[in-house]
């Protein structure tokens, strides 16, 4: 008596999970969307608001945005996330792209200035360095605050832009707004001990830390100095988990010092969309 000869079977469709709602999550989506994913997309917001550009994604078929959840724990395993507030999603990829947050308080009218912290902030810089320097008719002066990689990056963005930058690693304990049109330009620093620096511009760069809570109940592998290890085409330590923007570290540098969001999204894309390409399925015959 003969085996029962094997018959094809319709793969379940690809459940692709999403941990951070962020300029790397949305582009992520953006491209799984543009490259025709044919699964489903689950975003767990770690944002209490509702911004426009996840609006816009929720109307996709395929996604579903599940705005104020914010994951809290990955089971492995199981291949589940769990919400802070108890709801559980099961996932066949996982990405986590929960970001970064600033080490220290945010310094009194900080909003009044520029800041970088990523690459993608070299673009609005530039785009502010040229409205001030139309306004003002010369080279503006520029106050940069910060140390470490994101200062050294920030300098080098206002130094090819034409700014002279005056570089301070001492924290300010307030910003002056300035009288640029844009409204969004501060022009001094006030220190704890009343001094102050003065120019056109303020740029803040300062310290920040990966977002990468959620390694742990997962098993991540993580960096010394914080951040989910990565390889080079955002695999994480464990199968089908993958992590982009901030919350990602390469060779220990958080990776949105080393790659754009939209840039690291499109390749992690990529390398999703193969991951749940469907393969030949065979089921016993009834």
Same mark, same amino acid.
């Given at each position: 008596?003969? !085996?029962?000869?094997?018959?094809?079977?319709?793969?379940?469709?690809?459940?692709?999970?999403?941990?951070?709602?962020?300029?790397?999550? #949305?582009?992520?989506?953006?491209?799984?969307?543009?490259?025709?994913?044919?699964?489903?997309?689950?975003?767990?917001?770690?944002?209490?608001?509702?911004? !426009?550009?996840?609006?816009?994604? !929720?109307?996709?078929?395929?996604? %579903?945005?599940?705005?104020? #959840?914010?994951?809290?724990?990955?089971?492995?395993?199981?291949?589940?996330?769990?919400? !802070?507030?108890?709801?559980?999603?099961?996932?066949?990829?996982?990405?986590?792209?929960?970001?970064?947050?600033?080490?220290?308080?945010?310094?009194?009218?900080?909003?009044?200035?520029?800041?970088?912290?990523?690459?993608?902030?070299?673009?609005?810089?530039?785009?502010?360095?040229?409205?001030?320097?139309?306004?003002?008719?010369?080279?503006?002066?520029?106050?940069?605050?910060?140390?470490?990689?994101?200062?050294?990056?920030?300098?080098?963005?206002?130094?090819?832009?034409?700014?002279?930058?005056?570089?301070?690693?001492?924290?300010?304990?307030?910003?002056?707004?300035?009288?640029?049109? %844009?409204?969004?330009?501060?022009?001094?620093?006030?220190?704890?001990?009343?001094? %102050?620096?003065?120019?056109?511009?303020?740029?803040?760069?300062?310290?920040?830390?990966?977002?990468?809570?959620?390694?742990?109940?997962?098993?991540?592998?993580?960096?010394?100095?914080?951040?989910?290890?990565?390889?080079?085409?955002?695999?994480?330590?464990?199968?089908?988990?993958?992590?982009?923007?901030?919350?990602?570290?390469?060779?220990?540098?958080?990776?949105?010092?080393?790659?754009?969001?939209?840039?690291?999204?499109?390749?992690?894309?990529? #390398?999703?969309?193969?991951?749940?390409?469907?393969?030949?399925?065979?089921?016993?015959?009834?």
């Amino acid at each position: 008596m003969s !085996a029962p000869a094997p018959s094809p079977s319709t793969p379940a469709a690809t459940r692709i999970v999403i941990a951070g709602a962020g300029p790397a999550a #949305q582009a992520l989506v953006t491209q799984l969307d543009q490259g025709r994913f044919t699964g489903t997309i689950t975003v767990l917001s770690n944002r209490d608001d509702t911004p !426009a550009e996840l609006l816009e994604l !929720a109307l996709l078929p395929q996604v %579903s945005v599940r705005f104020g #959840q914010p994951a809290s724990h990955i089971d492995a395993a199981k291949r589940t996330v769990a919400t !802070a507030d108890g709801m559980e999603f099961g996932y066949d990829q996982l990405v986590i792209a929960t970001g970064s947050a600033p080490v220290a308080n945010p310094v009194e009218g900080a909003g009044s200035c520029l800041s970088y912290s990523t690459i993608d902030d070299a673009a609005r810089i530039s785009r502010a360095v040229g409205e001030v320097t139309r306004e003002l008719g010369r080279r503006p002066l520029g106050i940069l605050v910060g140390n470490g990689a994101a200062a050294g990056q920030a300098e080098a963005v206002l130094r090819a832009r034409g700014v002279r930058p005056i570089r301070t690693t001492a924290r300010p304990a307030a910003i002056v707004p300035g009288t640029s049109a %844009s409204g969004l330009v501060a022009s001094a620093v006030i220190f704890e001990d009343g001094s %102050s620096m003065s120019g056109d511009l303020v740029v803040l760069a300062e310290e920040r830390v990966s977002r990468d809570g959620l390694a742990a109940s997962a098993g991540l592998r993580t960096a010394a100095s914080g951040g989910i290890v990565i390889s080079q085409d955002f695999r994480t330590s464990v199968p089908g988990i993958w992590a982009i923007g901030d919350a990602a570290a390469f060779d220990g540098v958080r990776l949105g010092l080393l790659v754009a969001a939209a840039s690291a999204a499109g390749a992690c894309a990529t #390398q999703l969309l193969s991951a749940s390409a469907p393969g030949p399925v065979l089921q016993a015959a009834a």
